[in-house]
């Protein structure tokens, strides 16, 4: 970081230890990717500025481990985001459009899984909450699929979120409110056999 800017990246949140594993994701809306971790947490007044060459900004960033085996189902993810405090999981609304489902290769291996997201539109004073937050994000792992199984929002090792065409956006961002993000798994079958655990999450502020 050269410090040019003034802009100085912050940790806003970390956690090293490792989730429950998520083992019954449902087709929809799925399950947390975090269970029995604290929630992810934006402080309100952090998305600030939609102007300019410094929009406000965040990075979050997951390493975890992955087992699909016995009948692979298909998979997929997506990032919702919540307000309501206690923090509860809830697969809607979406920051992203959700990934396209894809089907892994049966084996056990790492996966890490990033997501940028950015303060596009502000929310004027005094008017409901309309702000405009954009996300883009993609999961990466050696089981996930490539040659003939490649398809949009699909190449070989990564799956993208969105996949194709339209971001998905969050609007209606309030940003003097404080909002959960949530990391989800979703399966065209819920089965023991196949599940991630979550081992490492950061969140930075970037701007």
């Known amino acids: ?63 975890g481990l992955m087992t699909a085996t016995a009948t692979v189902p298909t998979w997929g993810y997506s990032l919702s985001y919540t307000s309501a405090v206690p ?10 459009t959700a990934s396209t489902a894809f089907t892994p290769v049966a084996g056990t291996a790492p996966w890490y899984l990033e997501f940028d997201i950015s303060y596009r539109t502000a929310n004027p004073q005094g008017s409901p909450a309309t702000g405009v937050v954009v996300a883009m994000g993609q999961w990466t792992c050696p089981l996930f699929p490539g040659g003939a199984q490649v398809a949009a929002g699909v190449s070989a090792g990564t799956i993208w979120s969105p996949p194709a065409g339209t971001l998905g956006n969050a609007t209606a961002w309030d940003p003097n409110v404080s909002y959960f993000l949530w990391p989800t798994l979703f399966c065209g079958a819920a089965t023991a056999n ?10 930075y502020g970037e701007n």
Do not use: D, H
């Open 1 to 63: 970081m050269s410090g040019y800017t003034g802009t100085q990246g912050e940790l806003l949140y970390s956690v090293s230890q490792a989730s429950t594993p998520v083992t019954t994701p449902t087709v929809s809306p799925g399950a947390s990717m975090m269970p029995g971790l604290p929630p992810i947490q934006v402080p309100g007044g952090f998305m600030a500025n939609a102007t300019g060459t410094r929009a406000s900004a965040l990075v979050l960033k997951m390493w």
């Open 194 to 203: 196949n599940f991630v655990t979550t081992e490492i999450v950061k969140l």
């Open 87 to 96: 923090a509860v999981w809830a697969g809607t609304p979406l920051l992203a």
